[in-house]
């Protein structure tokens, strides 16, 4: 519908909305922040999403959100560091 390849459907864009708003985590954190996220970026220019979008703001600047994020990248470094060594391994046999 955004790109115009179908014709806007209100109804549609409403119901879809709401069901993905009524799926988003109530506790505050890293999962209700992605959730948001998605949510105001797929109906950005379709539905009215300020709330969210505030509410995405207002969580990426909490503690809870920061830290989850850095904990995430910091396991992504650790496997791929494990994955590099791995393959390493294999090519060259063990020492």
């Known amino acids: 519908m955004r790109a115009g390849t179908r014709p806007r459907d209100e109804a549609l864009i409403q119901a879809v909305l709401q069901s993905r708003r ?9 999962a209700r ?15 009215a999403t300020g709330d969210c979008e505030q509410e995405v703001k ?14 995430e990248r910091a396991l992504a470094r650790r496997e791929s560091r494990g994955s590099t ?7 060259t046999g063990p020492r």
Do not use: N, Y
């Not at 922040?33 to 539905?47: E, V």
């Not at 600047?61 to 989850?68: L, N, Q, R, S, Y």
């Not at 060594?85 to 090519?91: C, G, I, P, Q």
């Open 85 to 91: 060594s791995s393959a390493t391994t294999r090519r």
């Open 58 to 71: 207002a969580l990426g600047a909490a503690g809870e959100v920061k830290e989850g994020l850095k904990a």
């Open 22 to 30: 009524a799926a988003v985590p109530a506790a505050p954190g890293l």
């Open 33 to 47: 922040w992605r959730a948001l996220k998605s949510l105001a970026a797929d109906f950005q220019g379709l539905a």
